[in-house]
Nanobody, 122 residues
């Protein structure tokens, strides 16, 4: 019912910045709770950030607090992840996720994007 497409990944040096976007198809985007996750090679997928439908509630993993910012523009059906002060440990495939209901920012999520690669060089 909902298709998610991430973009904006690439190569950046440690200390640099990168902005990711996730654009959704379908209707009622403002009703969806949106999240960002990441998965590094050989590691489990981990929660990064989440934002409620109106943008009024925002959640971050401790590892990215103060460096990453999640936001959304419902008119554009898009959620963003601004990443600053990037570290080598931030290198991973970043995934956008969506769910229509639920209470917990870390999940569960119903829909997932294909992922976008973020590479951080030291």
């Amino acid at each position: 019912q909902v298709q998610l497409v991430e973009s904006g990944g690439g190569l950046v040096q440690a200390g640099g910045s990168l902005s990711l976007s996730c654009t959704a198809s379908g209707r009622s985007f403002s009703s969806y709770f949106m999240g960002w996750f990441r998965q590094a090679p050989g590691k489990e997928r981990e929660f990064v950030a989440a934002i409620s439908g109106s943008g009024g509630s925002i959640y971050y993993a401790d590892s990215v607090k103060g460096r990453f910012t999640i936001s959304r523009e419902n008119a554009k059906k898009t959620v963003y992840l601004q990443m600053n002060s990037l570290k080598p440990e931030d290198m991973a495939v970043y995934y956008c996720a969506a769910r229509l209901g639920g209470y917990y920012p870390q999940g569960p999520y119903t829909y997932w994007g294909q992922g976008t690669q973020v590479t951080v060089s030291s």
